[in-house]
């Protein structure tokens, strides 16, 4: 039987995820229960892996297209919105694909969409006998540290001298942020994908912008530097992409702020340099 539990961000340190309140449907062979093994699944946001190419409109769609997937591998997961799947053998741009995985809701997504490489982090713990049955399992926690990334899915299983259990997940990609973001505070960035080819002009801080530059060069515009003091802009040149992103300086009051102190600079992104990240000051 496997274990339920909740997962959360932790109260004493927000760069960690809290699983907890550990329980069994049925108490049948828990006595022996000897120790617990939790999967954590997660991405980094500003590593953006690649965009799809086609649009997903079919929830049980067999493949993806994507722009790039020279960094896909079968068995990969990937995150695309609020959904995982599991990837095949690429042929090209083709990835074949099983949905709506680690207990994710099968989803569309739109032409240019953002692709994330599914990362994992594994977390094992011991019980003594009788543990999970006793009143001390109400304060078991286990916390598994992963600044800055954003919490997919956990998956947990126990062991006994049986064998052990099947996984159970518990899936946080249904809300807003598609994920849990286990960030401090203010750090926590939004992340945006503009239409592909389209200029674009970034209204406020705490976002990673993915830019899709296939056709043409795509200009982004940095937000005023002054309402936004102290908070961060990533911009990506997604993978695939044929033509450079240029990010300009906003405008504060009329007069042009300044990308890395000059205030007549254009950061280029390129394949070879595709990201740039500042902080309004």
């Given at each position: 039987?496997?274990?339920?539990?909740?997962?959360?961000?932790?109260?004493?340190?927000?760069?960690?995820?809290?699983?907890?309140?550990?329980?069994?449907?049925?108490?049948?062979?828990?006595?022996?229960?000897?120790?617990?093994?939790?999967?954590?699944?997660?991405?980094?946001?500003?590593?953006?892996?690649?965009?799809?190419?086609?649009?997903?409109?079919?929830?049980?769609?067999?493949?993806?297209?994507?722009?790039?997937?020279?960094?896909v591998s079968e068995g990969d997961y990937l995150q695309i919105g609020p959904e995982v799947v599991?990837?095949?053998?690429?042929?090209?741009?083709?990835?074949?694909?099983?949905?709506?995985?680690?207990?994710?809701?099968?989803?569309?997504?739109?032409?240019?969409?953002?692709?994330?490489?599914?990362?994992?982090?594994?977390?094992?713990?011991?019980?003594?006998?009788?543990?999970?049955?006793?009143?001390?399992?109400?304060?078991?926690?286990?916390?598994?540290?992963?600044?800055?990334?954003?919490?997919?899915?956990?998956?947990?299983?126990?062991?006994?001298?049986?064998?052990?259990?099947?996984?159970?997940?518990?899936?946080?990609?249904?809300?807003?942020?598609?994920?849990?973001?286990?960030?401090?505070?203010?750090?926590?960035?939004?992340?945006?994908?503009?239409?592909?080819?389209?200029?674009?002009?970034?209204?406020?801080?705490?976002?990673?912008?993915?830019?899709?530059?296939?056709?043409?060069?795509?200009?982004?515009?940095?937000?005023?530097?002054?309402?936004?003091?102290?908070?961060?802009?990533?911009?990506?040149?997604?993978?695939?992409?044929?033509?450079?992103?240029?990010?300009?300086?906003?405008?504060?009051?009329?007069?042009?702020?300044?990308?890395?102190?000059?205030?007549?600079?254009?950061?280029?992104?390129?394949?070879?340099?595709?990201?740039?990240?500042?902080?309004?000051?």
């Amino acid at each position: 039987m496997p274990p339920s539990f909740g997962v959360e961000q932790a109260a004493t340190d927000p760069t960690a995820a809290e699983v907890a309140g550990l329980t069994f449907s049925d108490p049948t062979n828990t006595y022996s229960i000897t120790a617990g093994t939790f999967i954590f699944y997660f991405v980094v946001e500003t590593d953006v892996l690649s965009t799809l190419s086609a649009a997903i409109t079919d929830t049980a769609a067999s493949s993806i297209s994507l722009v790039d997937a020279s960094g896909v591998s079968e068995g990969d997961y990937l995150q695309i919105g609020p959904e995982v799947v599991l990837c095949g053998a690429p042929s090209g741009g083709i990835v074949p694909v099983t949905c709506a995985q680690l207990a994710s809701a099968a989803a569309t997504a739109l032409v240019g969409a953002s692709v994330w490489k599914v990362q994992l982090q594994v977390a094992t713990t011991s019980f003594p006998l009788d543990f999970v049955n006793s009143d001390s399992i109400t304060d078991w926690k286990l916390l598994q540290p992963l600044a800055g990334a954003k919490l997919l899915s956990v998956g947990g299983s126990v062991t006994n001298p049986y064998g052990t259990s099947e996984v159970n997940f518990v899936c946080l990609t249904g809300g807003a942020d598609h994920g849990l973001k286990l960030s401090a505070g203010g750090s926590k960035l939004t992340v945006v994908n503009p239409p592909a080819n389209a200029d674009y002009a970034i209204l406020a801080g705490n976002v990673a912008v993915n830019v899709v530059a296939t056709t043409r060069v795509v200009v982004i515009t940095l937000p005023p530097e002054g309402a936004n003091k102290g908070e961060q802009v990533v911009v990506n040149r997604a993978a695939g992409s044929t033509f450079d992103v240029h990010v300009v300086p906003g405008l504060t009051s009329g007069v042009s702020d300044s990308i890395d102190g000059a205030s007549s600079a254009v950061e280029v992104l390129t394949s070879v340099s595709p990201t740039w990240a500042g902080w309004a000051v």
